[in-house]
């Protein structure tokens, strides 16, 4: 299927590695033209080598997105790359906790918030402009399972991802009409780097002995279930984002795809 954004220009914030990394290759290898960021230069440039390999365009932009100032260098860097942005994917802001609800410092909510939900707000109004000058555009952003399934540890991840989460549809009522649509990838546990990590240190507290496909069956079955029996890959959400990043997604707005095995009971 050719989903038509051949040639389109795409920023991915957080994409220098894990679920970003993936969209990012993803919408390259449809012809999108990639502005690649993160806060690891070598670990972006590795993503821009992949794209670059494949016969894919990409630049790359570095910068931290808990700093509002960066977070405008970014955004405008970005138009400046390829004189504008088409499709905006907002893949940032992983956890970097397990907290309890009671320890979870303010200082902490305050940070979450902006890695996850401010961040995004600058570069979509940063954004927005050039699209509506265009006539189209795709804003998606990347919510997690954990807003239908809250937990008793990091809140304020859980939080912020579900802020972003309800922003969506407003938007989307708001840009509709000037052939913008805003829609939102909720993932669920994804097989990336991290979540291998966080597994391991979990299953030496629990005592599993597992390891490998075998680690990740138990914990996608006892621990962090759903029906698959299986956690998801990075290039699965990858395949929803550039679904909704095309043409044929023109009349998908203000939703919410779940890639996400079939966790919870929540009908939405």
Request: glycine fraction near 10%; aromatic fraction near 6%; hydrophobic fraction near 40%.
């Given at each position: 299927?050719?989903?038509?954004?051949?040639?389109?220009?795409?920023?991915?914030?957080?994409?220098?590695?894990?679920?970003?990394?993936?969209?990012?290759?993803?919408l390259a290898?449809?012809?999108?033209?990639?502005?690649?960021?993160?806060?690891?230069?070598?670990?972006?440039?590795?993503?821009?080598?992949?794209?670059?390999?494949?016969?894919?365009?990409?630049?790359?932009?570095?910068?931290?997105?808990?700093?509002?100032?960066?977070?405008?260098?970014?955004?405008?860097?970005?138009?400046?790359?390829?004189?504008?942005?088409?499709?905006?994917?907002?893949?940032?802001?992983?956890?970097?906790?397990?907290?309890?609800?009671?320890?979870?410092?303010?200082?902490?909510?305050?940070?979450?918030?902006?890695?996850?939900?401010?961040?995004?707000?600058?570069?979509?109004?940063?954004?927005?402009?050039?699209m509506r000058?265009?006539g189209w555009?795709?804003?998606?952003?990347?919510?997690?399972?954990?807003?239908?399934?809250?937990?008793?540890?990091?809140?304020?991840?859980?939080?912020?991802?579900?802020?972003?989460?309800?922003?969506?549809?407003?938007?989307?009522?708001?840009?509709?009409?000037?052939?913008?649509?805003?829609?939102?990838?909720?993932?669920?546990?994804?097989?990336?780097?991290?979540?291998?990590?966080?597994?391991?240190?979990?299953?030496?507290?629990?005592?599993?002995?597992?390891?490998?496909?075998?680690?990740?069956?138990?914990?996608?079955?006892?621990?962090?279930?759903?029906?698959?029996?299986?956690?998801?890959?990075?290039?699965?959400?990858?395949?929803?984002?550039?679904?909704?990043?095309?043409?044929?997604?023109?009349?998908?707005?203000?939703?919410?795809?779940?890639?996400?095995?079939?966790?919870?009971?929540?009908?939405?």
């Open positions: 299927m050719d989903l038509g954004i051949n040639g389109r220009r795409a920023l991915v914030a957080g994409s220098s590695s894990g679920i970003g990394a993936a969209i990012a290759v993803a290898a449809e012809g999108a033209r990639v502005v690649i960021h993160g806060r690891n230069r070598d670990s972006a440039e590795a993503v821009a080598k992949t794209i670059q390999d494949a016969g894919g365009e990409a630049v790359i932009i570095c910068g931290d997105l808990g700093n509002r100032a960066a977070v405008d260098s970014i955004g405008h860097s970005a138009l400046q790359a390829f004189g504008g942005i088409d499709i905006l994917v907002n893949s940032a802001g992983a956890s970097d906790h397990f907290d309890p609800w009671l320890n979870t410092s303010v200082s902490k909510w305050e940070r979450q918030y902006q890695l996850s939900v401010l961040y995004a707000v600058q570069l979509i109004q940063i954004t927005v402009p050039a000058t265009n555009g795709r804003i998606i952003n990347i919510s997690s399972a954990v807003v239908y399934q809250p937990g008793p540890f990091a809140p304020d991840y859980t939080a912020a991802k579900a802020a972003l989460h309800v922003s969506s549809p407003g938007l989307a009522s708001t840009l509709g009409p000037e052939g913008i649509t805003v829609n939102t990838v909720c993932a669920g546990t994804i097989l990336t780097t991290n979540t291998e990590n966080v597994m391991k240190e979990h299953a030496q507290t629990l005592g599993f002995s597992e390891a490998g496909a075998a680690l990740e069956q138990r914990f996608a079955t006892a621990v962090w279930p759903n029906p698959t029996r299986r956690f998801g890959r990075p290039e699965e959400v990858a395949a929803a984002v550039c679904f909704l990043s095309s043409n044929q997604a023109s009349y998908i707005n203000g939703a919410t795809i779940r890639v996400d095995g079939g966790m919870g009971s929540t009908v939405n």
